[in-house]
């Protein structure tokens, strides 16, 4: 049943959505074709569907929730928070050199989930391995806590023996990690919202994320992109072949090399690195990721 329908204007649902791997994720589903995206929260434990369609240059908001609870979800989602008018305006500032398509799009909010828990959980089933292993790991996850398709919540994977998240749910090395990550955070010992305190500078976030056994330095760097911190590049090796091809006639070159490159966006350096690398996600030039 609908009780909440609202719009959010000036946001390109397709940016967003395909802004990374997110989107492929249990609970989200997007449907290319109709540009729509939708997903599963928990609101006070009962799971609240949303969908997000395109609709007159910006979002419709159609959800099972009410819009006190809807919104705010909606808003972390959409990544609304971010304050792009500077980045669009270096972006304009460097036209030339590619950078323009930015700017005029409006591009540069990044997709995420509804809670930073399973942002959290989410990138430690990205390390070292494969998209379709990620995939089944969230999906399995989905599946066992049976909560008409949600995320499950820390409570819940805390509740869960090593064993079973190694075995049953296939999540291999990662199990003691998330299972101990999930314990200090259903058991109120890790603060989450530390982890989005705007007052915090790039470096003191990135110790806490990887203060937590599990989350090493490609986590911290993922994870700094999802919570709005962009001055780092969060360089990978698919990332560091694309910037080679795309910057550089396509030689291999030291991270530090990249780093200059984009050294003059200041503070949005790693999200102007990651939209250079992905832009062709976004102009029909290359399949859809994954």
Do not use: Q
Request: proline share 5%; hydrophobic share 45%.
């Amino acid at each position: 049943m609908t009780r909440a329908r609202f719009d959010v204007p000036g946001v390109d649902l397709d940016l967003v959505a395909r802004s990374h791997g997110w989107y492929d994720l249990a609970p989200f589903t997007w449907d290319e074709a109709r540009r729509t995206l939708s997903f599963v929260f928990l609101a006070g434990g009962a799971p609240e569907r949303v969908v997000l369609s395109a609709r007159n240059g910006g979002v419709r908001v159609v959800a099972t929730a009410s819009v006190r609870l809807a919104r705010p979800v909606v808003a972390r989602v959409l990544d609304l928070g971010s304050e792009l008018g500077p980045f669009h305006a270096l972006c304009a500032e460097r036209r030339d050199e590619g950078f323009g398509w930015i700017a005029e799009r409006r591009a540069g909010r990044v997709l995420r989930a509804p809670t930073l828990f399973e942002d959290a959980v989410k990138v430690l089933c990205t390390t070292n391995c494969s998209w379709s292993l990620t995939r089944s790991m969230v999906t399995r996850m989905v599946g066992a806590f049976a909560r008409g398709g949600a995320f499950p919540d820390a409570a819940f994977l805390a509740s869960l023996p090593e064993r079973r998240l190694r075995e049953e749910l296939k999540l291999g090395y990662r199990a003691p990690f998330l299972r101990a990550f999930a314990l200090r955070v259903a058991s109120g010992a890790l603060d989450l919202a530390a982890w989005e305190d705007p007052a915090r500078s790039d470096t003191e976030v990135a110790e806490l994320v990887r203060a937590e056994k599990g989350f090493g330095p490609y986590a911290a760097e993922t994870l700094l992109r999802l919570l709005g911190h962009h001055g780092h590049l969060g360089l990978d090796s698919w990332s560091r072949k694309k910037v080679a091809e795309l910057r550089f006639g396509g030689r291999p070159v030291k991270d530090a090399r990249v780093a200059r490159f984009y050294a003059p966006f200041g503070r949005f350096a790693g999200l102007a690195f990651w939209l250079d690398v992905t832009r062709e996600w976004h102009d029909g030039r290359e399949r859809l990721w994954p």
